[in-house]
Each structure stands twice: as structure tokens, then as C-alpha cells.
């Protein structure tokens, strides 16, 4: 019973969280700007040298190939500079930005 109950509570609250944009410690603090790229939307925050764009839309099996293309160039939007490397995973992505 104790067990059921506690499988429930974490997958509610994995649910809950998967909803959400929070930013990675990083970039904690800096309001996300939202741009939406061919279908895409991601909070977009920059901070120095790296960005971040999380992907807030839900989207059937995204592939990380498009998914990367995609955040790279809604950074690339926020930021104005041309994004160098991609890193993470179809939710969220960490660029690199040469400025």
C-alpha cells in the first residue's frame, strides 16, 4: 500500500516537473525569452558565453537532430550570435555561443 502510494506520488510529481521551464542552476535567475522555431517552442535564457533553451511544447517522439537545428537557432534569435555546439537532449539543450 505504502510502496503503491509512493510510485504514484514520484510519478506525479515527474508529471508535474516535465511541465514546467526551469532553468538549470547556471541560469538561475534570468527571465526565458519564448520563441517559437518551425513548430518548436523553447525558453531561451543566456548567460555569458552559454545558452539554454528548453522545450516547452509537447512534441510525439522528437528526434535530437531537428530538435538541436531548432533550439540552436532560437538561440542564435535571443542571443544574436551564431551558436558553435549543441549539448543535452530533446527537452533541454545547452549552446555555446561564439560572440
Known amino acids: 500500500m505504502i510502496r503503491s502510494l509512493l510510485n ?3 510519478y506525479l ?13 547556471h541560469f538561475m535567475g534570468i ?3 519564448r520563441v517559437e522555431v518551425a513548430g518548436s517552442v523553447f525558453a531561451v535564457r543566456v548567460k555569458g558565453g552559454l545558452a ?6 509537447v512534441q ?4 535530437m537532430g531537428p530538435i538541436a ?3 540552436a537557432e532560437a538561440m542564435r534569435q535571443v542571443s ?3 551558436v ?3 549539448r543535452g537532449d530533446q527537452a533541454l539543450i545547452l549552446g555555446v555561443l561564439a560572440c
Open 84 to 86: 558553435r555546439e549543441v
Open 8 to 10: 504514484r506520488s514520484f
Open 31 to 33: 527571465e526565458p525569452v
Open 52 to 57: 539554454e533553451a528548453v522545450r516547452v511544447n
Open 80 to 82: 544574436g550570435c551564431e
Open 69 to 71: 537545428a531548432r533550439a
Open 60 to 63: 510525439y517522439a522528437p528526434r
Open 13 to 25: 510529481v515527474v508529471f508535474v516537473l516535465s511541465a514546467c521551464d526551469g532553468p538549470s542552476p
